[in-house]
């Protein structure tokens, strides 16, 4: 438990943190170890989720330097209420050492594009899972509802932002300015994914680590307008059509993808690994 706290002690220089959470890697880490996934409490209510349309140019003069265009912005917009239940949230994204347990157990044959070969990665036990499918995601939530008999899902859009931003409405997870020691993005210069809640300073308030960085996170929805809003006919439409959403950012795209309100998705190929984590409406 040394070692694991070690990972997420924001005191603990990052190189420092890596290697704690490498030698967990191939030792066992106690933190994903055990038929129960680590869950944050959510309290629901009727949240605002979106961007208010008057902060789109703000935004956009923000990230310009990377890139950012305005459409992409627009997709947040308009700012709206959402009644939400209460709910618990993946503490972590889902594991390669997690998924791996998944496709022994049913067989499932895609495996995850960032596995070398196909292979099993060993030394990155405790790295998100990145490189499948929302078809995967949807998979693995009811392989483990099945072997857990607890009703296991993926967050809503809604959810996995008002968690990732809280009360306070966050601008990133850690607050509202971007900080590149609080998340595994281009900027940090990892440029690899990482062992989870490595970046212990960009926790969402809720608790739960790596809302921001190391991998994108698939959710239960697909992208449709907000009301009122903008149809977005970005790059994603044009390639995919319909695509499931994505959040969070990523240890390959800028801090902008981290922002809580960003919504992104999956270009095929292997520039785009995404993951998920877990959600449920009832207490482990």
């Known amino acids: 438990m040394e070692l694991a706290a070690r990972v997420e002690d924001p005191e603990v220089p990052m190189p420092d943190r890596l290697s704690a959470g490498g030698i967990l890697a ?12 680590a869950v944050c409490f959510v309290a629901g209510g009727t949240v605002r989720i979106g961007l208010p349309t008057s902060s789109v140019d703000t935004v956009v ?10 459409s992409w912005i627009e997709k947040e917009t308009p700012e709206h209420p959402v009644a939400l239940a209460d709910f618990w949230i993946g503490r972590y994204p889902v594991t390669n050492e ?126 449709v307008p907000y009301p009122g809003g903008p149809y977005v006919a970005d790059h994603l439409v044009e390639t995919m059509g319909a695509y499931r959403i994505a959040r969070g950012g990523s240890f390959c795209r800028f801090g902008d993808l981290t922002r809580t309100r960003r919504r992104h998705g999956a270009f095929p190929g292997p520039l785009y690994p995404v993951g998920f984590r877990l959600a449920t409406s009832e207490k482990p």
């Not at 191939?26 to 996934?37: A, E, K, N, S, Y």
């Not at 990230?63 to 305005?70: A, D």
């Not at 072997?147 to 931003?165: I, M």
Request: glycine share 10%; net charge negative; with cysteine.
């Open 98 to 223: 997690e998924y791996r347990d998944f496709l022994d157990s049913t067989g499932h044959t895609a495996r995850p594009s960032t596995w070398y070969l196909g292979a099993y990665p060993y030394d990155r036990a405790n790295h998100p899972v990145a490189g499948v499918t929302p078809e995967d995601a949807d998979a693995y939530v009811a392989w483990l509802t099945d072997r857990t008999g607890h009703p296991w899902r993926l967050p809503t859009e809604a959810e996995w932002e008002h968690a990732a931003k809280g009360p306070e409405h966050r601008e990133f997870p850690w607050g509202d300015a971007f900080d590149p020691e609080a998340a595994n993005t281009r900027e940090t210069g990892v440029h690899t994914t990482t062992p989870v809640g490595s970046f212990p300073a960009g926790r969402a308030p809720c608790g739960a680590h790596d809302m921001g960085g190391n991998v994108e996170e698939y959710v239960a929805d697909t992208y």
């Open 26 to 37: 191939l030792t066992g880490d106690p933190r994903i170890h055990g038929d129960t996934p």
């Open 61 to 70: 003069a923000s990230w310009k330097h990377v890139g950012v265009v305005r």
